[in-house]
């Protein structure tokens, strides 16, 4: 079932969200849920707050880059009650997105390096290390669970330079190409 994807404004984006325990109820249709919601629209990665559930689960699928990276072919992963516990080595730009703010693309600085502990679908702990682009999409869905968008580093500058676009998205004056959930109209429907 395709879940309606939270957009920019939501301040469940900005919480900093709960661990689930290994009980937690239909936590399989959910992960399958949030898989088929991401590749419906086309993301390497869906975190939890983003179909507007502030728990500690996030999927990715790195997929799409392995023409950069063929190691990422069918690179698929849930991350549950994840935890960053390192991160390493020189800070490098790439050009972001998300799916919680439609047709914005902003050069984010990161460490390459990561180390993280999490429990899989199965709820089996493990502890790896990842870099490159695996390691930054891992990082960017992390941060959703932090309460943390891409948008948050960017300079004041650029902020400034995609205002307008975060207010139209805020506000529901956009057509995304896949089903969005907004703020504003949300509570108009109260
Ligand atoms: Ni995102």
Same mark, same amino acid.
């Given at each position: 079932?395709?879940?309606?994807?939270?957009?920019?404004?939501?301040?469940?984006?900005?919480?900093?969200?709960?661990?689930?325990?290994?009980?937690?109820?239909?936590?399989?249709?959910?992960?399958?849920?949030?898989?088929?919601?991401?590749?419906?629209?086309?993301?390497?990665?869906?975190?939890?707050? $983003?179909?507007?559930?502030? %728990? /500690?689960? @996030?999927?990715? *699928?790195?997929?799409?880059?392995? +023409?950069?990276?063929?190691? =990422?072919?069918?690179?698929?992963?849930?991350?549950?009650?994840?935890?960053?516990?390192?991160?390493?080595?020189?800070?490098?730009?790439?050009?972001?997105?998300?799916?919680?703010?439609?047709?914005?693309?902003?050069?984010?600085?990161? $460490?390459?390096?990561?180390? %993280? /502990?999490? @429990?899989?679908? *199965?709820?089996?702990?493990?502890? +790896?290390?990842?870099?490159? =682009?695996?390691?930054?999409?891992?990082?960017?869905?992390?941060?959703?669970?932090?309460?943390?968008?891409?948008?948050?580093?960017?300079?004041?500058?650029?902020?400034?330079?995609?205002?307008?676009?975060?207010?139209?998205?805020?506000?529901?004056?956009?057509?995304?190409?896949?089903?969005?959930?907004?703020?504003?109209?949300?509570?108009?429907?109260?």
């Amino acid at each position: 079932m395709f879940l309606p994807i939270v957009a920019y404004g939501d301040p469940i984006l900005k919480q900093v969200a709960e661990d689930i325990s290994s009980d937690h109820q239909n936590l399989k249709e959910l992960i399958e849920n949030m898989y088929e919601t991401m590749y419906a629209s086309h993301g390497v990665g869906l975190a939890a707050p $983003q179909i507007g559930q502030s %728990i /500690r689960i @996030f999927v990715i *699928d790195c997929s799409p880059f392995e +023409e950069d990276e063929p190691e =990422l072919s069918g690179f698929k992963k849930t991350f549950i009650n994840a935890e960053i516990l390192e991160e390493e080595g020189e800070e490098w730009l790439f050009k972001e997105g998300c799916l919680s703010i439609p047709e914005v693309r902003e050069e984010v600085s990161r $460490q390459p390096k990561i180390t %993280i /502990r999490y @429990f899989d679908e *199965d709820f089996v702990e493990h502890t +790896e290390t990842y870099e490159g =682009l695996a390691a930054r999409v891992i990082q960017h869905e992390y941060d959703h669970i932090e309460g943390i968008l891409f948008t948050d580093y960017l300079s004041p500058l650029r902020k400034r330079m995609i205002n307008r676009r975060l207010g139209d998205i805020r506000d529901g004056k956009i057509t995304p190409e896949y089903r969005m959930r907004f703020y504003k109209s949300k509570k108009r429907k109260r």
